[in-house]
């Protein structure tokens, strides 16, 4: 078995602020198994680990795998990265929905632009009520068949989301994305205003996650969860539910976002992921054939 483990650095488009981390440069690192590459990349901010502990972990775990010994990895995005590596994740990809965020007139702008316009957006909410009441209305006047999913994040107050709520059309919401900062307490909102929810389970410290009527759907961002066989699973049993699944990325590079597209499209056909972050990578990373190129990567060690 040969394995090899390389350092990536990749400049954004623009700084970024990840639940109040800035980030300015997309650091991680691919792990070649064989000639099949993996993404362990987690991502500050979102991530429960940091970037220096998931190299530790992928160092030690290819050392393991190297004597032929299981990896015995456990931070959830070393095991979804050497999961990638050691499987053929073959396919056609998933389509992603758009991502809006930012500033009025930009998303406007190039909303008008479009020559095709989705039927599916991903908002989200800057906790502005009127900011964001005003452009879920305008989106929705420009295509009239348009369907919202409204991301909160945790971060928005009940006022800020009931003064939304009156201020729009709840038939063209699909889902609000997380309400609130704990799944107990998005419930309760829930039951309590009658709002369709979501719940991104990679913000939360296990993948276990009430039942009740007004859920309709869970996020998956796979480096956040861990393996493969836990990611199907979830998603399959969701599914089961009744419940839509949504695979997202966390901001991983070309490699891992055309990962991710495959899988999704394997776990749930047909159903669109939320992969649009890859457009604040200046640099994704990739080269034509989607592979890492090496000669732009820092070598951190070799086994077998």
């Known amino acids: 078995m040969r394995i090899a483990v390389y350092g990536y650095e990749l400049p954004l488009t623009m700084a970024l602020t990840i639940r109040g981390t800035p980030l300015g440069r997309r650091r ?4 070649c198994i064989d000639d099949r590459w993996g993404e362990v990349a987690p991502l500050p901010g979102e991530s429960r680990e940091s970037v220096e502990e998931a190299r530790d ?6 050392a393991r795998l190297a004597q032929g ?12 990265g050497l999961d990638c590596a050691l499987t053929a994740i073959d396919g056609e990809p998933a389509s992603s929905l758009p991502l809006l965020e930012g ?24 906790g502005e009520v009127q900011h964001d009441a005003g452009l879920v209305r305008e989106l929705t006047l420009l295509v ?3 369907q919202l999913v409204l991301d909160a994040g945790g971060r928005l107050g009940e006022e800020q989301l009931e003064g939304l709520w009156r201020r729009i059309d709840p038939g063209r919401i699909d889902w609000l994305l997380e309400p609130a900062a704990d799944l107990a307490a998005s419930q309760r909102l829930a039951e309590r205003h009658g709002w369709p929810v979501a719940f991104d389970l990679g913000r939360h410290a296990t993948p276990e996650y009430p039942l009740f009527d ?9 480096s956040q969860l861990g393996s493969l066989a836990l990611c199907r699973e979830l998603a399959e049993a969701a599914r089961a539910r009744g419940l839509e699944v949504v ?6 590079s070309g490699l891992g976002n055309a990962q991710l597209a495959r899988l999704s499209a394997q776990w749930m056909p047909g159903q669109a992921a939320m992969l649009d972050r890859l457009r604040y ?3 994704r990373g990739a080269d034509g054939n989607g592979r890492p190129d090496i000669d732009r990567l820092t070598l951190l060690r070799e086994y077998g």
């Open 57 to 62: 972990e992928l160092l030690a775990a290819c």
């Open 281 to 283: 990578l200046l640099d």
């Open 144 to 146: 009239p068949g348009l």
């Open 69 to 80: 010994q299981p990896h015995g990895a456990r931070l959830p995005s070393v095991q979804f």
């Open 247 to 252: 695979v997202a990325d966390s901001l991983e």
């Open 103 to 126: 500033e009025r007139e930009p998303i406007i702008r190039a909303w008008r632009c479009r020559r095709v316009h989705p039927r599916r957006a991903w908002l989200t909410l800057t």
């Open 214 to 222: 007004q859920l309709r759907a869970l996020v998956l961002r796979p």
């Open 28 to 31: 991680g690192f691919y792990v």
